[in-house]
């Protein structure tokens, strides 16, 4: 399939090749779900926690000798049964992680790029990039385009771009490594640089 090239002012127009099995994918609600709340799962970070005799601090010293004392005897003061003592069945963070198969990530990308398409939601231009890490360039570029909520995807880093985009709350600037399917569907549009869509089809086509 073919999508045009998106341009400003005096750019030349064209379009590009887009392969149909990453770009023309019929959309598979199920495994997208599937694969976006494994992601988010995956970034959950556990923050509960307590701290068992082994990680209690102090208790190394025998409290007093085994015998002759008359009292029970003990080997720790860190023990369950003691006052500052750890706990029996400590807390730890849990991992929320959720397996999903290669084939399945790439199955949910080549649906959402896809679906993309189709609601004319994804723009292809021949590059992107600012000449300075200045924010007012950058929103300027991006007026020209008439865009406003949009993730940036390139094939590499470009620290210019990343710098302007940091200020704007609804921008967002990834190189296709970074590209993850919530970010993809978290906005409006999503703008992919020639190359970028050619790493794609590499990576996931």
């Not at 990308?109 to 939601?121: D, W, Y």
């Not at 995807?153 to 990834?174: I, P």
């Not at 409006?188 to 086509?205: A, N, P, R």
Request: hydrophobic letters at 35%; charged letters at 30%.
């Amino acid at each position: 399939m073919e999508i045009k090239l998106s341009v400003t002012g005096k750019q030349k127009g064209g379009s590009v090749e887009l392969s149909d099995e990453a770009f023309g994918r019929e959309f598979n609600e199920a495994l997208v779900h599937q694969v976006v709340v494994s992601y988010q799962a995956g970034s959950r970070a556990g923050t509960r926690a307590q701290k068992t005799r082994s990680d209690v601090s102090g208790g190394g010293a025998k409290p007093w000798r085994q015998k002759g004392t008359g009292r029970a005897r003990a080997g720790t003061s860190r023990g369950p049964i003691w006052r500052k003592g750890g706990v029996t069945f400590a807390a730890r963070p849990q991992d929320h992680s959720q397996k999903v198969n290669r084939k399945m990530y790439r199955g949910a990308m080549q649906c959402i790029l896809s679906e993309l398409v189709r609601q004319e939601r994804l723009m292809v231009v021949e590059s992107f990039s600012v000449e300075a890490p200045k924010t007012k360039e950058l929103v300027k570029k991006l007026s020209d385009y008439g865009l406003d909520d949009v993730l940036i995807v390139t094939e590499t880093v470009d620290e210019n771009l990343y710098l302007s985009a940091r200020n704007l709350h609804k921008v967002d600037v990834r190189d296709i490594q970074a590209c993850d399917p919530v970010s993809l569907i978290g906005f409006d549009k999503v703008v992919m640089t020639v190359d970028s869509i050619k790493k794609f089809e590499e990576l996931w086509g």
